[in-house]
């Protein structure tokens, strides 16, 4: 039994680890199949175990993060380019699905080995924390109202 992010992990663009394990195993035949989360090997039992076993070595973890409206485009940038260099700098595969509440959230989540996805969610933490906007109302008495109005120049 594989997990949905093993399998997710493998297929993208982003993981060697397929394209290793199958080098590393060349008379076994290797199919995965993304949308039952199944990995089919055939081939001689000892070396389809030992196949098993390398696919079983492999420690993907996923970790998810909420977005704020603002915040999802901080991170997908101009055209997907922040999160797509976020991705290739990390070896991670990156989701933002919307979510359907009324704050107009989003998640994030990063799918890769352990430290990798550390190390990408640090990146978007600092990102956001880089572009962090922040918006406070000073309630002002009239009387000082006009005096800065006056004072700016634009009274």
Same mark, same amino acid.
């Given at each position: 039994? =594989?997990?949905?992010?093993?399998?997710?992990?493998?297929?993208?663009?982003?993981?060697? /680890?397929?394209? @290793? !394990?199958?080098?590393?195993? &060349? +008379?076994?035949? !290797?199919?995965?199949?993304?949308?039952? *989360?199944? /990995?089919?090997?055939? %081939?001689? &039992?000892?070396?389809?175990?030992?196949?098993?076993? +390398?696919?079983?070595? $492999?420690?993907?973890?996923? @970790?998810?993060? *909420?977005? *704020? %409206?603002?915040?999802?485009?901080?991170?997908?940038?101009? *055209?997907g380019?922040? !999160?797509?260099?976020?991705?290739?700098?990390?070896?991670v595969v990156?989701? $933002?699905?919307? #979510?359907?509440?009324? +704050?107009?959230?989003?998640?994030?989540r !990063?799918? %890769?080995?352990?430290?990798?996805?550390?190390?990408?969610?640090?990146?978007? #933490?600092?990102?956001?924390?880089?572009?962090? +906007? =922040?918006?406070?109302?000073?309630? $002002?008495? &009239?009387?000082?109202?006009?005096?800065?109005?006056?004072?700016?120049?634009? %009274?």
């Amino acid at each position: 039994e =594989v997990s949905a992010e093993l399998i997710t992990y493998l297929l993208s663009q982003h993981s060697d /680890i397929l394209s @290793k !394990i199958k080098d590393d195993n &060349p +008379d076994v035949f !290797i199919n995965v199949l993304a949308k039952i *989360t199944r /990995i089919h090997m055939r %081939g001689h &039992p000892a070396k389809v175990s030992k196949a098993k076993s +390398d696919f079983h070595s $492999v420690q993907v973890v996923s @970790k998810t993060r *909420t977005l *704020t %409206g603002r915040e999802v485009a901080i991170v997908v940038g101009k *055209t997907g380019s922040t !999160i797509n260099s976020i991705s290739d700098k990390h070896s991670v595969v990156i989701e $933002v699905s919307r #979510d359907h509440s009324e +704050d107009d959230s989003s998640t994030l989540r !990063i799918i %890769g080995q352990s430290a990798s996805v550390d190390s990408a969610i640090a990146e978007v #933490d600092t990102l956001l924390h880089q572009n962090e +906007d =922040v918006e406070e109302v000073l309630l $002002v008495d &009239p009387m000082m109202k006009n005096q800065l109005l006056n004072n700016s120049g634009a %009274g």
